[in-house]
């Protein structure tokens, strides 16, 4: 049996915030609205949504939502430690008016996400060994500030940054401190990254602090791997698509987390065009198939 395990749905299915085109007809209210219908209990803070708390507050009260976490932009690599804990003290406080206890961190100095650059293989990027040094550094005093305040920062392993890899996400999870930095475990990008998502859950499991649930279509896959696609190619292609729509293996992944005696949010989370790809008929098909195999 599950214990205190709650389930959500990321907006990024609806407007993406990368690529503003995507979506950009459709207001964070559709949005919202949508996947209280579909069946889902919360959310992750989207672009499009109001910097207001009171505000955003209103509004998902009226569709009986929660707010389960938000994206963090760090840039330790790159930037003064100062400069990324003002930033992330804001943000801090902009979650807690809203009742979240997740924030989910990832580091950006060096990211492809823009560039028509490949993620694949030696084109990917890469850390040295001074920003490995002082992204570690970093994150454990910003991890340390939110233990201290009720928060669990998990780190976003990401396809097209300097964590993409099993080995790199193993080597952070191993030189951060246990109880301060949590992963933010992603099964999409795990297996886009080529490794094996359901070994990459028994790992870490014991450091998962929140989970995304994003497919990946394997023709798609395999196809931009050998071509070097960049990140927003691999979006506008359609590489990514919800729970039962692709290739992971979601039935043995949730045996792990449930075994593992996993509690917080699973978001379902996947990067599509929303003209392509309805989003409230992908959420429906997504919260289907996690009651299906889940139980959820």
Known sequence: MWKNVKLGIAPIGWTNDDMPKLGGNLTYEQM???????????????????TDATVLKKALSLRKLQIASQWFSAFLCSKSYEENEAAFLK????????????????????????????MFGSAKPKANAEEWDRLIDGLNRLGHIATERGFKLCYHHHMATVVQTLAETRRLMEETTPGDVWLCYDTGHFTFAG??????????????????????????????????????????????TVPGDGCVD???????????????????????????????????????YIQQYAGI
């Open 32 to 50: 919202l609205s949508e996947a209280a219908l579909a069946g889902f209990s919360g959310t992750e803070i989207g672009g499009k949504f109001p």
């Open 91 to 118: 943000q801090l406080d902009f979650l807690d008016d809203l009742g979240a206890k997740r924030v989910n961190v990832c580091e950006l100095t060096h990211c492809l996400f823009a560039e028509k650059t490949s």
């Open 195 to 240: 490794e094996d998502a359901v070994a990459a859950a028994k790992e870490f499991a014991p450091r998962i602090g929140h989970v995304h649930l994003k497919d990946i279509r394997a023709a798609k896959m395999k196809e931009a791997s050998e071509e070097g696609f960049w990140f927003r190619k691999a979006v506008l292609e359609g590489c990514f």
């Open 250 to 288: 979601f039935p043995s992944i949730f045996s792990v987390l449930q075994e593992a005696g996993y509690e917080g949010w699973m978001i379902v989370e996947a990067e599509q065009d929303p003209a392509k790809a309805n989003p409230f008929e992908y959420a429906l098909k997504a919260r289907h």
